[in-house]
């Protein structure tokens, strides 16, 4: 298996560690298993922000997972190029949700935009 294909696998469980934070930061009382969307949504602050980084990653990830396989499907990139687009893309989504719980949203929306690139370069460097 590839380094990119590694990513992939990555980027599928990196959202669960965004509402890992945001369900069990802070406070290790009881959690409200029934209705965990609404207890999600109740939620303020850097938990908010971690669950919306959760959200955010369940957006971006079909895009980067097409790109992989599509990538890898024409042949025509290097796979070291591949795989370091690859990278590029997870570090991306690791930095911007670090941020996006951090509140500092210019530099999430900066890191945003570098994954998005990197997801457009394997679909570019395919060509």
Not at 20 to 36: E, R, V
């Amino acid at each position: 298996m590839t380094i990119a294909y590694w990513c992939v696998l990555i980027a599928i469980f990196l959202p669960y560690a965004f509402t890992g934070f945001a369900k069990f930061h802070g406070d290790f009382g009881p959690k409200q298993n029934h209705n965990p969307r609404e207890f999600l949504e109740k939620l303020t602050g850097p938990r908010k922000r971690a669950h919306w980084a959760q959200l955010n990653s369940f957006e971006a990830n079909p895009a980067f997972f097409v790109a992989v396989v599509v990538a890898h499907q024409i042949g025509t990139a290097a796979q070291g190029t591949i795989d370091g687009l690859a990278i590029a893309f997870v570090v991306s989504r690791v930095l911007f949700g670090i941020l996006y719980i951090a509140d500092k949203a210019t530099l999430r929306t900066l890191v945003w935009g570098a994954g998005m690139a990197a997801v457009a370069a394997l679909f570019i460097v395919s060509a």
